[in-house]
């Protein structure tokens, strides 16, 4: 997705969130928004706090072992610490994963509910709140508001051209 070729055959990469040209034999480097998912597939698979909370299922093991095939000696030259991902993947490759018996190992089940959110929903009258919503909000009193007009005429696609970015041939 950070890679595209144009139809004048010029490569692009997204770096620094905008599409530069770059010579074919800079594709394989690794840019920085390429590097955060490994980055993240490191700390999830290999930092024993994340091995712990994120069990390996069947499901799971299909999923990462897809992305073991991306991972090539171009990619360990620049991101060497891939190579405990790669070992840990051979392993699991050939490993059978035990499906888990129950949602946790514990007793109890605990879910984590924000007070705030408990606070919002307790003791309101929805039927109200639905009603005053249907009369004011989804109303079709703004079908001459100049501003809601102006905006929708932005979106239009004449518009909305002008602001993004031309791909260069």
């Not at 620049?78 to 190992?105: G, H, N, W």
């Not at 919503?133 to 508001?145: C, G, L, R, S, W």
Request: proline letters at 4%; one cysteine or more; charged letters at 25%.
């Amino acid at each position: 997705p950070w890679t595209r070729r144009l139809k004048s055959g010029k490569w692009q990469k997204l770096i620094n969130q905008n599409w530069s040209n770059i010579e074919p034999i800079n594709l394989l480097k690794v840019t920085k928004l390429e590097g955060q998912p490994w980055i993240c597939l490191y700390h999830l698979l290999a930092k024993q706090t994340f091995r712990e909370r994120y069990h390996i299922n069947s499901f799971r093991k299909g999923q990462l072992l897809r992305v073991r095939k991306y991972i090539n000696e171009t990619i360990l030259d620049q991101l060497p610490f891939l190579a405990d991902i790669q070992r840990y993947m051979d392993q699991l490759a050939i490993s059978e994963v035990s499906e888990p018996t129950s949602l946790s190992s514990g007793v109890y089940m605990f879910q984590q509910v924000a007070q705030l959110y408990e606070n919002l929903i307790k003791n309101k009258d929805w039927n109200v709140i639905a009603d005053k919503q249907i009369n004011e909000v989804f109303t079709m009193n703004d079908q001459n508001d100049n501003d809601i007009r102006l905006i929708a005429d932005f979106y239009t696609d004449d518009s909305i051209e002008s602001v993004l970015e031309p791909m260069t041939d």
